[in-house]
Nanobody, 120 residues
């Protein structure tokens, strides 16, 4: 089973940027579609972005389209989420997971996530 560890979160002012990393225990990008999800306080976990196993296709939630970019590095077994023009409503714990592209739903176990806090 793939084990995932998220990092890169922090406190940033609105309009700022962060890059999140998701390090995997194995070769993920050549085998799995990967995605980022987030959970804000008092809300359900929601889909943010996904990348196909070939890296050829990316998908985004409407709320982050044009501001966030998902990418992967096969050599490092790592998936990234570059977040620009951050807004206070982006505040959440961010998680990565294997994703089923047909439904944009997670299929694996959750890691500990990484906290992103955007101040206004």
């Amino acid at each position: 089973q793939v084990q995932l560890v998220e990092s890169g979160g922090g406190l940033v002012q609105a309009g700022g940027s962060l890059r999140l990393s998701c390090a995997a225990s194995g070769r993920i990008l050549s085998s799995y579609n990967m995605g980022w999800f987030r959970q804000a306080p008092g809300k359900e976990r929601e889909f943010v972005a996904a990348i196909s196993w070939s890296g050829g296709s990316t998908y985004y939630a409407d709320s982050v389209k044009g501001r966030f970019t998902i990418s992967g590095d096969n050599a490092k077994n790592t998936v990234y989420l570059q977040m620009n023009s951050l807004k206070p409503e982006d505040t959440a714990v961010y998680y990565c997971n294997v994703v089923r592209l047909a439904t944009m739903t997670p299929t694996g176990s959750w890691g500990q996530g990484t906290q992103v806090t955007v101040s206004s």
